[in-house]
Every structure is written in structure tokens, then in C-alpha cells.
């Protein structure tokens, strides 16, 4: 069946850097275009990063741009997001999405920024 497995959360001190995975299976991850989303507690959830099913293209939110990098590896059907510089206000679960005909969601990692 789909799955899409997130791993890599956890608790950094403001500045600090954290990469999340996800990995996929059950569907032709070279299909499909890749996002992160966040959602804080009592927000909405926000598109952070996307790219496309050959990783050509990356799109980033402003409020990351500049500090996160997507990418992906449609060898083993996985796609990264790496953190650095890190805020408070980064502090979220970060969830995965394959987006094509249709679109799977993936369960979700927690990240924590805090000192």
C-alpha cells in the first residue's frame, strides 16, 4: 500500500540545523512532484518547499527561503528537507505530500526549536 514515512524531527536550539526525510513507497515516486508542509499548533498548515518529480525545479516559502533546501533521490525514492538557521517560529510537525493525479499525505515529524 501507499506509504510515506517521515523521519528526522526532533529538538535544536535556535541556529542550529536538523534535515527531515520521508520516505516513500507503493506509487512511482518519479512521478510525482514532492512538498513540505508545517503546521504549528493553532495555524494552518503552510506550504514550505516543493519540487518537481525530476528535481529540477524547487519552489520555497519566503519565510524559508534562503535557509531550507528540498531535494530528492528517486533512487531510493526519498526526499529530503534541510534546515539550517533555524527559529522559534519553525517549530512545527512537518508533513510530506506526492502530489501527481492524485496526492498522498505522510503521517508527520516533529520539530522542536527551543534553548
Known amino acids: 500500500q501507499v506509504q510515506l514515512v517521515e523521519s528526522g524531527g526532533g529538538l535544536v536550539q535556535p541556529g542550529g540545523s536538523l534535515s527531515v526525510s520521508c520516505a516513500a513507497s507503493?506509487?512511482?515516486?518519479?512521478?510525482?512532484?514532492m512538498d513540505w508542509y508545517r503546521q504549528a499548533p493553532g495555524k494552518e498548515r503552510e506550504l514550505v518547499a516543493s519540487?518537481?518529480?525530476?528535481?529540477?525545479?524547487?519552489n520555497y516559502a519566503d519565510s524559508v527561503k534562503g535557509r531550507f533546501t528540498i531535494s530528492r533521490d528517486n533512487s531510493k525514492n526519498t526526499v529530503y528537507l534541510q534546515m539550517n538557521s533555524l527559529k522559534p517560529e519553525d517549530t512545527a510537525v512537518y508533513l510530506c505530500?506526492?502530489?501527481?493525479?492524485?496526492?498522498?499525505w505522510g503521517q508527520g515529524t516533529q520539530v522542536t526549536v527551543s534553548s
Open positions: 505530500y506526492a502530489r501527481y493525479m492524485t496526492g498522498y
Open positions: 507503493g506509487f512511482t515516486f518519479s512521478l510525482y512532484a
Open positions: 519540487i518537481t518529480d525530476t528535481g529540477g525545479t524547487t
